[in-house]
């Protein structure tokens, strides 16, 4: 009984749901001990299919389109037509030699079973013959799982293929090339997309970058995802010519960091430091390639765990370099981690001894002062102003002008740092002395400065 249950189940898996109405027949015949009309019914079932696969393989494919146009004659004609058609697939690499040989082997059970021979199928025979037509071919989408991959790479030549280089529109180009694709041959596909990225043809190679990234952006699909995530980011993180190409894959999903072993981690932390430390000046800090723009995809999708015990260092880099990033700042709230961190290297920067430290913080606050206000507590607020108060004790110019004009250059903040001081005054205070050592000027900063 449970070897029929597993039939039904496996009946279900059948794509077009006509063939699997005519397979729960063939189910049908065999529960009764039909097993000849099993084998049968099996037989035309997965014949059908076949030459309804070839049609749509025909659109996009020449050998498919001439063998499917003689095949369709032949049937036209009531002549066989089995026999042609399988070695038509098998010479043309349109089906593995595995699946061409059980097409033939059925060919011959069905010739025995439809004829007066003698023959007697069995069981087993029929069982064999109902399974392998479901699980070789009926319950795949396409005919080949490797000829539609071979028509994208070669589209990868196509000065048009992706007509913006806006990633919403890549990722529909790619999903459209991908609707008649089996998940099986997502690891051959991504295979062969990594030879072309470091390809000579400056065409070839952005096409073929721009898939990649296509096939992970906004993409719960686990099996593209860790296809990419296994022979780009896990095989490929030793070589240098890939690079460029994992910060752009993780910035368009870091889900292809889930699962990553720890030696891969280590050397992605390799990459994304190098990267931090040599970006251009001029790059979008949005650009997938920038690594502003790959921790702002990471935060909030990546464990704050996981970026505390791999990227730290890198992060706190990414923080030193690029403060005053408003894209950088934006996207702070989806990470506790990343949000504190930032406001710590905030602090330091606003209340460096090094007077060209907090000079420049006091020159750049006024463009991120908004930004800022998003993500300061009233707490938050208060401190920062203390640390400016520092600087400008220490003799920073721009921070004693800041002082100054009681930091108007930055009046949400301000008033944000005002709030907190009326309200808790002790907390206000203890902060205070925390920073300075003493309560002692506190009432006179703050009168002065602040309220």
Not at 66 to 71: A, K, L
Not at 200 to 229: C, H, W, Y
Not at 292 to 302: D, E, I, P, Q, R
Not at 411 to 436: C, H, Q, V, W
């Amino acid at each position: 009984m449970a070897k029929l249950t597993d039939m039904e189940e496996l009946a279900s898996t059948i794509i077009d749901k006509n063939v699997q109405s005519y397979m729960r027949e063939a189910l049908t015949c065999y529960m009764t001990g039909a097993y000849r009309a099993t084998i049968v019914l099996s037989y035309i079932a997965l014949f059908d299919d076949i030459i309804a696969k070839l049609d749509v393989l025909a659109k996009v494919n020449r050998k498919a389109r001439r063998i499917y146009d003689e095949v369709s004659k032949k049937r036209a004609d009531q002549e066989v037509f089995e026999s042609d058609l399988i070695n038509q697939l098998s010479s043309n690499n349109l089906m593995s030699s595995l699946d061409t040989t059980f097409l033939d082997i059925l060919r011959k059970l069905r010739n025995k079973a439809a004829h007066p021979s003698g023959h007697q199928p069995s069981a087993e025979e029929a069982r064999f013959i109902y399974y392998e037509s479901i699980s070789r071919f009926l319950s795949k989408e396409i005919l080949s799982t490797t000829q539609l991959a071979d028509e994208i790479l070669v589209s990868t030549g196509d000065k048009n293929l992706f007509p913006s280089t806006d990633i919403s529109i890549i990722a529909k180009v790619v999903k459209k090339e991908l609707e008649s694709i089996h998940h099986e041959t997502y690891s051959y596909l991504v295979n062969k997309l990594l030879d072309k990225v470091i390809s000579s043809d400056d065409a070839v190679s952005k096409n073929a970058s721009f898939f990649l990234t296509g096939m992970t952006f906004n993409s719960d699909n686990e099996e593209s995802i860790g296809a990419i995530r296994k022979y780009l980011i896990e095989n490929k993180s030793q070589d240098d010519k890939f690079y460029f190409m994992i910060i752009r894959t993780i910035t368009s999903n870091p889900k292809v960091l889930d699962g990553v072993d720890d030696i891969t981690f280590q050397r992605l932390r390799v990459i994304i430091e190098e990267r931090i430390s040599n970006v251009e000046s001029t790059l979008g800090h949005s650009r997938f390639s920038h690594p502003v723009s790959m921790f702002s995809s990471m935060f909030g999708v990546t464990e704050d765990s996981l970026i505390k015990r791999y990227f730290t260092d890198e992060l706190n880099h990414l923080f030193k370099r690029f403060l005053y990033s408003s894209y950088l700042i934006n996207n702070l709230g989806k990470s506790e981690l990343a949000k504190e961190n930032y406001i710590n290297t905030l602090y330091s920067k606003a209340g460096s001894s090094d007077f060209d430290t907090a000079n420049y913080f006091a020159r750049n606050c006024y463009d991120i002062a908004d930004d800022l206000d998003v993500i300061l507590t009233e707490k938050d607020s208060f401190v920062l102003v203390l640390h400016v108060i520092k600087a400008a004790d220490w003799g920073a110019f721009g921070s004693k002008d800041m002082r100054k004009a009681k930091f108007g250059s930055m009046p949400k903040i301000r008033d944000k740092a005002r709030s907190y001081d009326s309200s808790n005054t002790a907390g206000a205070m203890k902060l205070y002395t925390e920073l300075f050592g003493s309560d002692t000027e506190f009432n006179n900063d703050m009168n002065a400065y602040i309220r």
